[in-house]
């Protein structure tokens, strides 16, 4: 497994890999979600290559980049024996040379609400490491976590609208035993708050009840019972809504036999953790 720390040795490196390409971008602090992200490229394409850049510019100034778990030693042991090709994993100056003006790149029809709304800097910083790291890897496929379901709208639709070379695949959401969805936040969490984090989930799976045992339709009265499932945790809520699954737009109704389903997303902090989760409802589940 090749480990590249520089733009041009992540390069020279890629063009030695014959064949397709998949490309597992991540922040590191590998988890099993990270690991069947790499698992999925491998049927999808002859080598995985993974990219660990914990990217200062999609976090705002009062977030957790400081504090952002980086055990690199161990990410590239678990990379080696997912069977991965090679791993850039680059300082900050090589992905933000020092007196370059920034680009700014954005999706503002899909960008702008939920996560966007409550991380203004968010999705800029997202797209635009996200265009340098498809310019520098050049994958035939990249592999995306339905976990940060806007993160791939927003995602393939930059890369849609920019031509880009790149399909763009979302796989599953790797969760615990439990429930909760793997994140490499989780380590941040007390006993105490990892018990009460589990109100994601189960806000989650009341709004799916509510739509496929009981035909609820109204999206508001799908909102409000999230909510109180997750306020019931002593979770603070960013959001908790049912959106269309392609567009995110608010919904009048909930008619998942007719719309091929909905998504329930959601994002709350347990004290100073925030965490987001989403599931699809209906027909799309
Ligand atoms: P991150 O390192 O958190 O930036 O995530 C890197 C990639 O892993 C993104 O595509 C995420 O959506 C994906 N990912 C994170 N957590 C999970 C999970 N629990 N299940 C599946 N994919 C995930």
Same mark, same amino acid.
């Given at each position: 497994m090749w480990i590249a720390r520089t733009v041009d040795d992540c390069r020279r490196l890629r063009a030695t890999l014959g064949g397709r390409v998949a490309f597992v971008p991540t922040m590191g602090a590998l988890h099993g979600g990270h690991v069947s992200l790499i698992e999925g490229g491998r049927r999808l394409a002859d080598h995985v290559v993974v990219s660990i850049f914990v990217n200062p510019?999609?976090?705002?100034?009062?977030?957790d980049l400081a504090r952002y778990p980086r055990p690199l030693e161990e990410d590239l042991r678990r990379c080696e024996a997912a069977g991965v090709a090679g791993v850039f994993c680059p300082p900050v100056e090589q992905m933000y040379p020092p007196g370059e003006p920034a680009a700014a790149i954005t999706v503002p029809a899909l960008a702008d609400m939920l996560e966007g709304e409550h991380r203004p800097h968010f999705f800029g910083g997202v797209c635009r490491v996200v265009m340098k790291l498809l310019n520098i890897v050049r994958p035939d496929v990249a592999c995306w976590g339905r976990k940060d379901y806007q993160q791939y709208r927003v995602i393939d639709a930059l890369t849609a609208d920019l031509h880009l070379p790149v399909v763009n695949v979302v796989l599953p959401t790797v969760r615990e035993p439990d429930g909760l969805a793997m994140s490499s936040?989780?380590?941040?969490? $007390?006993t105490e708050q990892r018990a009460r984090a589990l109100g994601l989930i189960k806000a989650l799976r009341l709004a799916r009840a509510l739509v496929e045992?009981?035909?609820? $339709?109204?999206p508001r009265a799908i909102e409000d019972a999230m909510r109180q499932a997750l306020e019931a945790h002593r979770l603070a809520v960013d959001y908790a809504a049912v959106r269309h699954?392609?567009?995110l737009a608010a919904l009048d109704c909930v008619e998942p036999s007719l719309t091929g389903g909905v998504i329930a997303l959601t994002a709350a902090h347990v004290d100073q953790v925030r965490l987001i989760d989403n599931m699809p409802l209906g027909a799309a589940g």
């Amino acid at each position: 497994m090749w480990i590249a720390r520089t733009v041009d040795d992540c390069r020279r490196l890629r063009a030695t890999l014959g064949g397709r390409v998949a490309f597992v971008p991540t922040m590191g602090a590998l988890h099993g979600g990270h690991v069947s992200l790499i698992e999925g490229g491998r049927r999808l394409a002859d080598h995985v290559v993974v990219s660990i850049f914990v990217n200062p510019t999609q976090f705002g100034p009062h977030e957790d980049l400081a504090r952002y778990p980086r055990p690199l030693e161990e990410d590239l042991r678990r990379c080696e024996a997912a069977g991965v090709a090679g791993v850039f994993c680059p300082p900050v100056e090589q992905m933000y040379p020092p007196g370059e003006p920034a680009a700014a790149i954005t999706v503002p029809a899909l960008a702008d609400m939920l996560e966007g709304e409550h991380r203004p800097h968010f999705f800029g910083g997202v797209c635009r490491v996200v265009m340098k790291l498809l310019n520098i890897v050049r994958p035939d496929v990249a592999c995306w976590g339905r976990k940060d379901y806007q993160q791939y709208r927003v995602i393939d639709a930059l890369t849609a609208d920019l031509h880009l070379p790149v399909v763009n695949v979302v796989l599953p959401t790797v969760r615990e035993p439990d429930g909760l969805a793997m994140s490499s936040r989780n380590v941040y969490l $007390s006993t105490e708050q990892r018990a009460r984090a589990l109100g994601l989930i189960k806000a989650l799976r009341l709004a799916r009840a509510l739509v496929e045992e009981q035909g609820e $339709s109204d999206p508001r009265a799908i909102e409000d019972a999230m909510r109180q499932a997750l306020e019931a945790h002593r979770l603070a809520v960013d959001y908790a809504a049912v959106r269309h699954p392609r567009t995110l737009a608010a919904l009048d109704c909930v008619e998942p036999s007719l719309t091929g389903g909905v998504i329930a997303l959601t994002a709350a902090h347990v004290d100073q953790v925030r965490l987001i989760d989403n599931m699809p409802l209906g027909a799309a589940g």
